[in-house]
């Protein structure tokens, strides 16, 4: 069976970091930029990694500047920012693609596991996400493509994806069920 372990990605240096590393503990994989307008949820991962990350849980930090150009910098400056802004403390690695023929193995894989969990239309950019994806395609909903920046994957201490959860979603959503995992 196929889990988060079974993939390499690159560090911001560019150094191979096997997710085999992470064993045991529970994961939470997102796609980030620093230009968005959910970028101030660095503020609410990084106070939940705090939290949590003395019972084996590690937020792991993708930055990806696949949805409008909101993560353009080096991943030098995008460590940078969230350092100096947000006081970011969890792993972050280098700039990586989510969707398309370029898509890193990893986010193919958390897709084929978790498809698309719908937005939460009370979030105030979920009708403004909702109004312009459906103007590129349709069909949106149907496919397991991310759709923003900050979606993010929970994995459980197996390596298995267990939950996905949009952009929109609550942040006390997710930490309750960071929560039931450890």
């Known amino acids: 069976m196929s889990t988060v372990y079974n993939f390499t990605v690159k560090d911001r240096k ?18 980030t930029a620093t230009a968005c307008g959910f970028t101030p ?17 590690v937020v792991l930090d ?6 409008a ?21 969890f792993p972050q690695f280098k700039k990586l693609e989510v969707n ?22 009370n979030h105030p950019i979920a009708k403004i996400l909702d109004d312009m994806l459906s103007k590129e395609n349709p069909n949106y ?15 459980n201490r197996n390596g298995e994806v ?5 952009p929109t979603e609550d942040m006390a959503k997710v930490e309750a069920e960071i929560k039931s995992l450890l």
């Not at 993708?62 to 949805?67: E, L």
């Not at 909903?141 to 994995?155: G, P």
Request: aromatic residues 16%; negative net charge.
């Open 14 to 31: 560019g150094n191979d970091v096997s997710l085999n590393e992470y064993a045991g503990k529970v994961l939470l994989v997102v796609n």
């Open 69 to 89: 150009n909101q993560a353009a910098g080096t991943d030098e400056e995008i460590h940078e920012f969230c350092t100096l802004n947000y006081d970011v403390q």
């Open 141 to 155: 909903k149907e496919n397991a493509e991310i759709k923003w920046n900050f979606t993010k994957f929970l994995i």
């Open 100 to 121: 398309g023929d370029n898509a890193s193995d990893l986010f193919k894989f958390l897709k084929s596991e978790k498809s698309f969990a719908g937005f939460d239309m």
């Open 41 to 57: 949820q660095y503020t609410e991962l990084e106070k939940i990694y705090e939290e949590y990350k003395d019972q084996e849980f």
């Open 62 to 67: 993708f930055p990806c500047n696949q949805f």
């Open 162 to 166: 267990v939950k996905r959860f949009e």
